[in-house]
């Protein structure tokens, strides 16, 4: 049986990975319809959302199937995304994108960690 906490950090998770793509999309027809500063720059931007996407992705699969392998790359993924939502909503002042990735973040973070995600994603060795 999946705890509750990580079937909602899968969840969380999930929608973050939906969200970069989305943030993909947007990247792509950008790129296609206006002339960027650099053409090399803006695919290396699509191509990095589209990994953390996919991260993200194989991470909530991961989570929902309680591999204990899932755990790491998903949090090491929400420590990252902690100082560019903070980036995002203080320093660039866009509060409405850096907001909920900070709140998912911790979020995240917070539900991995309690005691029964840890005791259904702990490796244990016989």
């Known amino acids: 049986m999946i705890p509750t906490q990580v079937r909602a950090a899968a969840g969380i998770v999930a929608a973050e990975a939906l969200a970069l793509l989305a943030a993909v999309g947007v990247l792509a027809v950008k ?3 206006q002339e960027p ?4 720059r803006a695919l290396l931007d699509i191509a990095f ?3 953390g996407a996919l991260l993200l992705a194989a991470g909530a ?4 199937r309680l ?5 790491t790359p998903v949090i090491v993924m929400q420590l ?3 100082p560019v939502a903070y980036s995002l909503a203080f320093q660039a002042d866009r509060v409405e994108y850096g907001g909920p990735i900070l709140v998912a973040a911790v979020a995240t973070l917070y539900l991995l960690f309690t005691p029964p995600a ?3 994603l702990d ?3 016989d």
């Open 37 to 40: 500063d650099s053409y090399g």
């Open 49 to 51: 959302a589209l990994g």
């Open 67 to 71: 591999k204990p392998a899932a755990r």
């Open 31 to 33: 790129t296609a319809t």
């Open 80 to 82: 990252l995304a902690i």
């Open 118 to 120: 840890r005791e259904a």
């Open 123 to 125: 490796r244990h060795r």
């Open 61 to 64: 699969w991961g989570l929902i």
